[in-house]
């Protein structure tokens, strides 16, 4: 016999006026079996019971079935304007009737126009863009970049990064699971996380977040005992890791495949510092903290008051179309110039378009204050259940960049185990909300939404994370 829960649903799902067309496809079965004959065999499928997705409408997903789901992933932080965003789509249509492409050989309207668009955001002198078509590239790029430029070959990353999947980021991708055994880290050195809730030290008021740990702390107001032991370790890799001169470091402001993790105030610009002391650049990844996401500033650097040297963006920035850039100084920039470097389709017309009307969406539709203010609620909502939980063991985050790190209790704050935190998982999949995952032992919930979601969304999305979590305490009686 099945077993049966006694916890029902009482959030209503958000109402939504859209029609999905009908579904006219393979069959749920012949799909399956296509992706498992002729695809990589690499694709994760997450749930069970894979979805099978047909069309989706600013924050809402339609399955094959006209099944309706609030998505909080987006495509894993990609979708930062909703699914197919009118705006951006008439743009792109557009576009595709007048030309496709060209190649940077040629000048062409999109690519002068966007890249005068995209630097205007940013401070100077990070003004020179070069377009890529994913944020592996862009990645690489820079890393390339860095070496050439300093003409020295280290660079520094955290444990627990993730910065892409090519053979050259795989050495400052620092996941476990995205490892494959072969020579891949060459020139790269990982260092202590300053994770201020599962590292060594972590307190009351590190993190620049609406909610903080469940730690706590003596520090008194502007000092931060655990930003000083972590830049200490920083330090020891300097002193035992790498040459005295440096190509570089490589961060995201908020850690994204590893569970929205956040380094304490003041960590980042003394890190920068030290760096910089070596002759190396630094490099923020904004693939996932860019375009507004974290709500009180458009780029995730600024959230620390650093400059960098060189910043690379992807996902958000084309809103689910494939593309990416970096953006450094000109001087940086000159150094790939003593050569030949080509992206073929880096800064094509269609890219560039639909680029430049996401920009124009965050603006117009006022996304990046939507985000502060709908993220801010949500995350004072989950921390409620975190002191409600015994197994939430942290919320963190900051504007609509959340995770929700699950433990077996709050004093060991050991990972739950993978098939009770996927049960939790399937169980608001089934209830209508689709959340991501990460951290280095699958323990987190990453809520990174199309950054149009309302108040009204982020009640129903917690009311279904409650309920699976009430299921989730009756099962474990």
């Known amino acids: 016999q099945k077993w ?15 029609v999905p067309e009908k579904y006219q496809s393979y069959t749920y079965d012949q799909m399956l079996k296509i992706r498992e004959r002729n695809l990589s065999p690499t694709l994760l499928m997450v749930y069970k019971k894979p ?82 078509n994913s944020g592996s590239e862009a990645n690489d790029l820079a890393m390339f970049l860095a070496r050439l430029y300093t003409r020295s070959f280290d660079i520094i990353c955290f444990r627990g990064a993730y910065h892409g999947g090519s053979p050259y980021t795989l050495g400052v991708t620092s996941v476990g699971y995205y490892k494959h055994g072969f020579t891949s880290g060459f020139g790269c050195t990982t260092t202590m996380l300053p994770d201020v809730f599962r590292g060594p030290w972590g307190g009351s008021h590190c993190r620049d977040s609406p909610v903080q740990t469940i730690r706590k702390c003596s520090c008194s107001e502007g000092v931060c005992h655990a930003k000083d032991q972590y830049i200490e370790q920083f330090k020891e890799t300097m002193n035992t890791c790498v040459p005295k001169t440096i190509a570089g470091f490589i961060v995201e402001p908020i850690q994204g495949v590893n569970g929205t993790v956040q380094y304490p105030k003041g960590f980042l610009k003394e890190a920068f510092q030290l760096v910089r002391e070596r002759g190396g650049l630094c490099i923020s990844d904004e693939v996932q903290t860019g375009f507004g996401r974290t709500g009180s500033h458009f780029w995730g650097f600024q959230t620390h008051d650093v400059l960098p040297d060189i910043v690379t963006m992807a996902k958000g920035i084309g809103n689910g179309f494939p593309m990416a850039a970096v953006v450094t100084r000109k001087e940086i920039a000159s150094a790939l110039a003593q050569n030949l470097h080509f992206n073929t389709f880096g800064g094509n017309p269609v890219a560039c378009i639909v680029g430049a009307a996401v920009l124009d969406a965050i ?31 942290d919320v963190r985050g900051k504007g609509l960049m959340i995770g929700i790190e699950m433990v077996t209790n709050k004093d060991t704050c050991h990972p739950l185990p993978v098939e009770e935190f996927s049960q939790i998982w399937e169980d608001c999949k089934d209830m209508g909300v689709l ?21 009204k969304d982020a009640d129903f999305a917690v009311e279904v994370f409650q309920t699976a979590l009430e299921r989730h305490v009756e099962r474990a009686a």
């Open 4 to 18: 049966k829960s006694s916890v029902s649903l009482q959030a209503e799902m958000p109402p939504c006026d859209f």
């Open 51 to 132: 979805l099978l997705l047909h069309q989706g409408h600013m924050q809402w997903l339609f399955d094959y079935e006209g099944r309706r789901y609030l998505d909080l992933f987006a495509g894993i932080a990609t979708v930062s304007v909703g699914h197919c965003h009118p705006k951006v789509t008439a743009a792109a249509q557009k576009q595709l009737a007048r030309l496709w492409h060209t190649s940077s050989i040629y000048m062409h309207p999109p690519i002068q126009e966007y890249a005068q668009k995209l630097t205007s955001l940013l401070p100077d002198p990070l003004k020179v863009v070069f377009l890529t």
């Open 363 to 393: 603006e117009e539709d006022g996304l990046q204050q939507n985000s502060e203010e709908v993220g801010t609620y949500m995350l004072l909502e989950l921390a409620k259940l975190r002191d409600k939980f015994e197994i939430v063991g």
């Open 435 to 455: 959340l991501g995952r990460g951290g280095l032992y699958r323990q987190t919930f990453r809520i990174k939404p199309p950054m149009c979601i309302t108040k």
